[in-house]
């Protein structure tokens, strides 16, 4: 026993001068005071995580967490998708590069010479997209999307609408069309079978008629390596939504020359070329039909038929006959380029303009950055100042948890709470009566300003009131001496 006394007395002083303090293995441990701080730790991080998040992503950057790439990823409408006029591209070792303009003219001028121009690159390309032609309100654009399948080498063809921004100019809504905004469904579809080698089918927009309501466009059929067989044309109804068949017309050059002239044109190789919508009547589209049954192509006369493939006609016989064509669609071309110094001028401007959205885009980051910055501050002092009371709140109910128990403990743990709330209330009171008095303060600054600039113009231009006065007392005399005069008349 004495040893034991000795052993622990000798342990006692070593670890004393060494500065070693031995925990009590018996004591209770406060664990709620260990999660309270290990959660305000976990809070503190996310607040400091949410800020370098913040200040990483000020440009969107790779750097995210999955959920925020999902968010980043999801499907966006590309017809909600805005696009600006194309601008040429300029390369580094060039200073100068012409800048093309452009016009807007008549699409179907002269009339059925509109044809697709594809070469070589539909087969590189596998797509193209052809020429535009633009209503007469220039409030929608149809154009065709050819497509080249290598399997067959078979050629399909669609008619799509892409509709116009009409909050611009005629000639920038023109340039800023885009596929992205084209609706899904087609409004004509060429047959896509890929059954037949080289088999070329392609559609080509004609003409609008005059109020825009409906389109002409023809299709050809033929083949790659054997050439054009027939040309079909219809009529799409922007009103009904629905296309019509314009083939009676061929039926019927077939049925009137085999019919009076003894010529089978199915044994012979001819066809037709739309013109456009007759002027004198819209709902009316000329053709011309020719056959080619030797050196030179035979004419086979000029024919109408109605938009809705129900009535053909034969207009006229005369190769030398013009008919009246309405041209009614629109399209832009270049108009050449702009000069040289204006290039160059516009050039310096961009710079200029360019500097200057750099100074502006630089400040406004560095206000982001202060506003992430004084965001970080206040959340972390709110949440400092929250652990703070829970903190203390819970070291207080340990306390009294050594000393009392069951209702007693929640007594005294709820008086000591209305104590502290009161405390708290003192508080802010007192930082709201300082904020009360700095307030004052800069007031009563500004009224001090203000007063000595009242007094610096009184003794410039003299004080206020007294001009008024004189104002009021030159009306007054200028009153009496307008009086006086009419006086003396009615004496006299």
Known sequence: MKKLLSTLIILSFGTSAFGVQISNPFGKKDYKSQEIKYQYQVQKEDLEYKRDNRLLNREPSGYMTVEEYEKQSEYKDRATLEFDVPKIERPSDFKYVPKPLYKIVKYNDPP?????????????????????????????????????????GSVGADLFVIPLDEKESNLTRILKANVAHRDVNPIISTEKAIDNYAAFRSLTPVDFNADGTKILAKEKLGSSEDGIWATKIYVYDFGNKTSYDLNAVREAITYYWKEYMNLNLIEKRWDIYPLGFDAANPDKVIVQAYAYTGEKPVFLGTWSVDCYGNHSQIVSFDKTYAPAISSNGFKIEKDGVEEYQTVIREEKNLEKQGEIMEKQKKAEDKKEIKKINEDFKYELKTLQADFKDEYRDNRKLQTFAGSTEGTELEAQYYEYQKQQTEKDIQKLEKKIQNKEKQIDKVEQKIQKITDETQKIKEELYGPSQNTDENQTDENEQSEETTQEPSQNTEEE
């Open 112 to 152: 059925g010479k509109s044809e697709l121009s594809l070469g070589r690159r539909l087969f590189y390309k596998r797509q193209i997209n052809g020429q535009g032609i633009v209503s007469p309100d220039y409030t929608k654009m149809v154009y065709p999307a050819v497509y080249y399948y290598h399997d067959s």
